[in-house]
């Protein structure tokens, strides 16, 4: 079986040997080898092709391989394998994820993708904290984290949705039954939904307010970013209702708080056409 065999310097100076193959980088399901924080493997359950499972080694492979303290080892020889930890299911591009391109094409294929278009399987548990790690990675002036977030779980929804049909009657009284019954429905939409809170003022007038939304908006993307990569779709829902007295008393917002949006995740059921993007030229300018 062929490598390519290439050394790298890590962070630390250190020059490792890396082995990249075609088979560990895409099997035949293209599943993904799973890693923690440093880079290494942790674990990998062989192919099935059910379930989502990592895939390692691949079909191809029948070396006796086997994994130790996030170490593939094989005979005497420690392999450190780097790559980007991702969902089996990611776009194509992310096979090769560890270069500057690799990053802007991630984000250029990002896109909104509607929680009515969102269906399971959700991301597991594991996923949703690697979701969140992204999150604290945003600018944050002071560090004083202003912004959190309330995750909705499933016995939960019924009572968002009881919150989303008490406000809209807080703006229009004459509500129909059919329109609380849709307002109650949009509680039911994918499989990750959390709510996105800033905290105004608190204990750090200091900060601005528009700093505080930059922050928040930083995490977010993080957030969608690493969906994407995962291979979810996620996208950012608002509405009139982040400013009702039901849906702050539901969510035991402060006086100083204020509901941005909600951040939705799952697997796309329907995708629809990228739309433009506008060039820098349109918005960039040299003083």
């Not at 890590?10 to 088979?23: H, K, P, S, Y």
């Not at 492979?61 to 930890?85: E, M, V």
């Not at 979701?131 to 002036?141: G, V």
């Not at 950012?236 to 039901?246: D, E, F, H, I, N």
């Amino acid at each position: 079986m062929a490598s390519v065999i290439r050394k790298a310097v890590l962070d630390r100076g250190e020059v490792i040997t890396q082995a990249r193959t075609t088979q560990q980088r895409r099997c035949e399901c293209r599943k993904a080898m799973r890693l923690d924080a440093r880079g290494l493997v942790t674990s990998a359950p062989g192919c099935s092709g059910a379930s989502r499972p990592w895939c390692w080694p691949p079909p191809s492979i029948s070396c006796g391989t086997g994994l130790n303290d996030g170490l593939l080892l094989s005979g005497q020889a420690s392999i450190r394998i780097s790559t980007l930890s991702i969902c089996p299911n990611a776009p194509e591009y992310m096979d090769d994820f560890d270069t500057a391109d690799g990053t802007l094409e991630l984000i250029r294929k990002r896109q909104q993708t509607s929680p009515k278009r969102l269906v399971a399987p959700g991301p597991t548990s594991e996923q949703v904290q690697t979701l969140f790690e992204a999150a604290a990675q945003a600018p944050d002036h002071g560090l004083i984290l202003p912004w959190r977030f309330v995750r909705v779980s499933e016995a939960a929804r019924g009572q968002l949705g009881e919150a989303f049909a008490a406000a809209l009657l807080e703006r229009d009284p004459q509500a129909t039954a059919q329109q609380l019954q849709n307002a109650r429905d949009k509680a039911q939409r994918a499989p990750f939904l959390a709510l996105a809170i800033v905290e105004m003022q608190g204990k750090n007038p200091d900060i601005p307010v528009a700093e505080r939304f930059v922050s928040l908006g930083c995490a977010l993307q993080n957030m969608l970013l690493m969906a994407h990569a995962q291979g979810f779709g996620a996208g950012l829902v608002s509405g009139q209702a982040m400013q009702s007295l039901a849906l702050r008393t539901l969510f035991g917002l402060e006086a100083h708080e204020q509901a941005v949006c909600f951040i939705a995740t799952g697997t796309v059921k329907t995708a629809k056409a990228s739309r433009n993007r506008p060039s820098p030229d349109v918005f960039v300018r040299t003083l």
